[in-house]
């Protein structure tokens, strides 16, 4: 007999569709090393208020390097992928997507056989990051119907200045980078988070300030001097424009 294809069960159509589903039982969280003497970790929380072991730690993953600074991650798949446009719906919610604000370095973490005991799959170095996208300090997480979607802080160049940051694209199943997203990116020289209308075919991105403005503190002066980011910028998602 042969096996059904289904959309994984944990996308839904439509955000009220979601809100009406079974509650999730466990959570993952990032655990950070502020002054970087040990790894960063990713721990498995019980959030099953029906469980012996709530708001127990019950599983802690920790990464084989200093210094990465974990901030958002996200998933390789999600609901998304049931967009029209996609081609993936098929994929399953599996792997995290962790990338190292710091480091530029970004885990692949599988959730799979067991949710509750994650294992370190596949780790994408910095130089390849800049080396396919010219962008560094990867930020924000989305899976879209392209493949994965990042968000970063930086361009090239050891403080991320040579250049403007903007958002980079993984393939979803082998999680080779896939180069910038942009094609046509207009005024935008500042980057921070992005999300999308995938029904009315757009984006809207925001803005914050260069590694050399945040990753040692607020510099006051660039704050005083409205050097910070202050845009929102609207792009079409099928030109990349």
């Known amino acids: 007999m042969f096996e ?8 839904h159509p439509s955000p009220r569709l979601a809100m009406q589903a079974e509650r999730e039982r466990i959570a993952y969280t990032a655990l950070l090393s502020p002054d970087a003497s040990r790894p960063d970790a990713i721990a498995v929380v019980d959030v099953d208020p029906g469980s012996p072991t709530y708001a127990k730690v019950l599983h802690r993953l920790d990464m084989p390097n200093k210094g990465d600074e974990f901030h958002h991650f996200g998933w390789n798949a999600c609901s998304s992928a049931l967009s029209p446009i996609s ?11 962790i990338p190292g604000i710091r480091s530029s370095r970004i885990y692949i973490v ?39 979607y990042i968000s970063t802080l930086g361009g090239g160049g050891k403080d991320g200045t040579q250049g403007p940051p903007g958002i980079f694209l993984m393939d979803c199943e082998n999680f080779e980078v896939l180069g910038r997203w942009e094609i046509e990116r207009g005024p935008q020289k500042l980057h921070y988070d992005f999300w ?27 704050l005083l001097a409205n050097r910070y980011g202050h845009r929102i910028h609207f792009w079409e998602l099928s030109s990349r424009k």
């Open 4 to 11: 059904k294809l289904r959309p994984d069960p944990t996308f």
């Open 87 to 97: 081609g993936h719906a098929f994929l399953k919610r599996r792997y995290l997507v």
């Open 110 to 148: 599988d959730t799979q056989p067991d949710p509750t005991k994650p294992t370190l799959a596949h780790i994408i170095e910095p130089e390849e990051v800049l080396r396919k996208t010219g962008y560094s300090r990867p930020h924000t997480v989305h899976c879209g119907p392209e493949g994965i």
């Open 196 to 222: 999308w209308n995938l029904p009315r075919d757009y984006m809207v991105s925001s803005e914050w300030g260069l590694p050399p403005q945040f990753e040692n503190g607020i510099v006051a002066e660039d």
